[in-house]
């Protein structure tokens, strides 16, 4: 079964159980990546994992304005709550 990746204007489509599609998914920073994993594999649907998945969104689409505007938008990463 697959679902469209949650981004904006974008048209893949993914497995169901994939948070995004693989393009985007590159552009999520590996410490982020790492801890939505953590969070699928222990506690998937709890809130810490919630909290990652809504991170990993909010950095993709903070990369994606830095690339049409040309200027750094801040994500703070959820590092403590591993």
Same mark, same amino acid.
């Given at each position: 079964?697959?679902?469209?990746?949650?981004?904006?204007?974008?048209?893949?489509?993914?497995?169901? $159980?994939?948070?995004?599609?693989?393009?985007? $998914?590159?552009?999520?920073?590996?410490?982020?990546?790492?801890?939505?994993?953590?969070?699928?594999?222990?506690?998937?649907?709890? /809130?810490?994992?919630?909290?990652?998945?809504?991170?990993?969104?909010?950095?993709?689409?903070?990369?994606?304005?830095?690339?049409?505007?040309?200027?750094?938008?801040?994500?703070?990463? /959820?590092?403590?709550?591993?």
């Amino acid at each position: 079964m697959s679902k469209p990746c949650p981004l904006t204007g974008c048209e893949a489509s993914m497995q169901s $159980w994939a948070l995004m599609c693989s393009t985007h $998914w590159a552009l999520v920073p590996r410490p982020l990546q790492e801890a939505v994993n953590h969070f699928a594999r222990h506690g998937r649907g709890g /809130p810490s994992h919630r909290a990652a998945c809504r991170k990993a969104i909010e950095s993709v689409r903070a990369v994606l304005a830095m690339r049409e505007t040309g200027k750094p938008t801040h994500v703070r990463l /959820p590092y403590g709550d591993r």
